[in-house]
């Protein structure tokens, strides 16, 4: 109103001109306070709010996590008992196989057998969680040479020579370590 012309409004005394802008200037004022004082409230809760989700998704990513071991320790459970069963039954079948190429194709399931054994194995080992490691002292050259004997025959069938060599003494989970070993 104070900007615009006065031959716009109906005379007004003066007075009355002046409390007339003096109320729109408060009211807009309470407004941007009001305003500003909610933006700053907003501003404030946020950091809580994406806290809160934070720790929500954490949550959820955990339970999936748990979900997940128990799935694949139930799905190992069930394979690896019909895994074994085949594989004993291929081997005997190899055993008693006169024909060559019989042989070889049994000898061929045999391999991939092993490799599903392996897979299986890989994909338990990464489902199993860290905490259950039992760190102990080990005795690398031992272990080396049990996994050594394990792996000659197979080592021997494809025409390789295993060998260890030194010595070493080291804080570690063997059942996790004899893993690593075989892959």
């Not at 934070?54 to 139930?74: D, W």
């Not at 599903?116 to 194995?121: D, G, R, V, Y």
Request: neutral net charge; glycine residues 4%; charged residues 30%.
């Amino acid at each position: 109103m104070v900007v615009l012309p006065r031959y716009w409004f109906p005379v007004l005394a003066e007075l009355a001109v002046s409390l007339l802008t003096g109320l729109v200037l408060s009211a807009q004022i309470f407004l941007e306070c009001a305003y500003f004082k909610r933006l700053t409230r907003v501003l404030q809760e946020s950091p809580q709010e994406v806290e809160r989700i934070r720790e929500e998704s954490m949550q959820q990513a955990v339970e999936r996590a748990r979900e997940l071991e128990q799935m694949s320790a139930q799905l190992s459970h069930e394979l690896k008992n019909p895994l074994g069963a085949i594989k004993t039954f291929v081997q005997l079948s190899c055993r008693h196989a006169t024909d060559p190429d019989s042989r070889e194709q049994l000898q061929l399931a045999e391999g991939e057998v092993e490799r599903m054994n392996t897979i299986l194995q890989g994909y338990l080992s990464f489902s199993r969680p860290l905490d259950k490691l039992r760190p102990q002292p080990v005795e690398v050259e031992s272990l080396a040479d049990e996994v050594l004997q394990l792996l000659d025959a197979r080592a021997r069938a494809a025409g390789v020579t295993l060998r260890r060599r030194g010595q070493a003494r080291l804080e570690a989970d063997p059942r996790r370590l004899r893993e690593a070993l075989f892959t």
